[in-house]
């Protein structure tokens, strides 16, 4: 799995000189990231496909679905703003789980791993 954090150096920079922040994610965790380091953001979820691409391996995957996010986000922001794109993926195997379609696969997955 591939997370990042808001480190407080991030967060002491922002506070000297504030700046509209966009998170382009619906994760209330991320959010709760974000509003724990005490910075103020607008939250901007977007819709792209998040398929991995024939071949892509999970790394490179989770960097361009967060940079599409972060992009698609960013799209009609007047002014300055920092956008942050964020993205998660479990690998099993060195295969990538995608999100469960029903309650089934989602026990199935959970199974897989225990």
């Not at 992009?71 to 920092?82: S, T």
């Amino acid at each position: 799995m591939i997370e990042f954090g808001v480190s407080s150096k991030f967060a002491k920079l922002y506070r000297k000189r504030p700046m509209k922040l966009i998170l382009a994610s619906a994760s209330p965790r991320r959010g709760d990231i974000l509003e724990s380091a005490g910075i103020p953001f607008e939250r901007r979820a977007t819709e792209i496909d998040e398929s991995p691409l024939p071949g892509e391996s999970p790394e490179s995957c989770v960097i361009r679905l967060a940079e599409e996010k972060a992009w698609e986000a960013a799209r009609g922001v007047a002014g300055d703003a920092i956008v942050v794109g964020a993205d998660t993926t479990v690998v099993v195997d060195g295969e990538m789980l995608a999100k469960p379609a029903n309650e089934q696969e989602a026990r199935q997955m959970l199974r897989s791993l225990s």
